[in-house]
């Protein structure tokens, strides 16, 4: 039997060394996602939430009303005055029916127009828009653009190339651990409360979505995405408190019609406010 050279052995000791490290990077990487998340370049993020909001509005379009996007203005900034400053919020409305909002990299977020239309007041709307903004602040969407597409996601800085439009389709079906829906929360909370808005509005929203069942279109599968009405309060129930309305009367009617005139992707933009 021929023997190994020492350095041949050394060799296969390198290989198979190099090779376990390789499987153990492919196995792990998506619990190294939020280390890497902090890193992804802001050109990548806002290629692939570009291509998300271009796909929602290839099924839809965008509300723009003049005097509702001017309510939703206000809405944002009163939240976004408490967020890192780092964060560039690019707000949106669609027009399409179903019960749903989301945050997409580079961040967007998308309200549907239920969303507004089926809250019991501005409070409600804003407790939605406050955990869309956590799941921003806590870099959720960018995590899970990393688990999408692992280490070549530095190599991703064509806009509209196919890659981007590819993960972008599939990032608009993903969904968020219950985990990281708490902690869009308990994130959001801290938001209303700084702001001296009554955080209590998303645990009533989602008791009206899980009373309501089928009679709200798409409102029983945004419900099977989420924690329950039940799991927030347990969660948060020692923070989320009484507080003044969102907004004041006028602009929350302004605001439920937004919709009332339709166009592009036209986003409210306000950077947050705090260092």
Known sequence: MP???????????????????????????PLLSGLVAPLVPTRVEEAVGAEMIKDTGNN????????????????????????????????????????????????????????????????????????????VIELHPTEGLVEAVGYGIFGMLTPGSEE????????????????????????GVE??????????GLF????????????????????STHPSGETRRANLEDVAHEGKPALSDEEWAALKGICQQTGSAEPVVVSGGEP
């Open 60 to 135: 839809g379009s965008f509300c723009t009303d003049p005097e509702g996007m001017e309510a939703l203005r206000t809405l944002v900034s009163r939240l976004a005055a408490h967020a890192p400053a780092k964060h560039e919020f690019k707000v949106y409305v669609s027009d399409q029916d179903i019960v749903n909002a989301f945050a997409a990299p580079g961040a967007h977020v998308v309200l549907f127009q239920p969303i507004i239309t089926k809250a019991d007041g501005p409070n409600e709307v804003a407790g939605v828009l406050a955990h869309e903004m956590g799941h």
């Open 3 to 29: 023997h190994r050279s020492p350095r041949s052995r050394r060799l296969a000791i390198i290989g198979t060394v190099l090779a376990i490290g390789l499987l153990v990077a492919f196995v792990s990487f």
């Open 164 to 187: 981007n439009k590819k993960v972008a389709k599939s990032l608009l079906t993903n969904h968020y651990s219950r985990g990281d829906e708490l902690d869009a929360d308990r994130v």
């Open 204 to 223: 009533s929203f989602f008791d009206r979505l899980k009373a309501s069942g089928d009679d709200i279109p798409g409102a029983a599968e945004f419900m």
């Open 191 to 200: 938001l209303l409360n700084a702001d001296g808005i009554d955080s209590r």
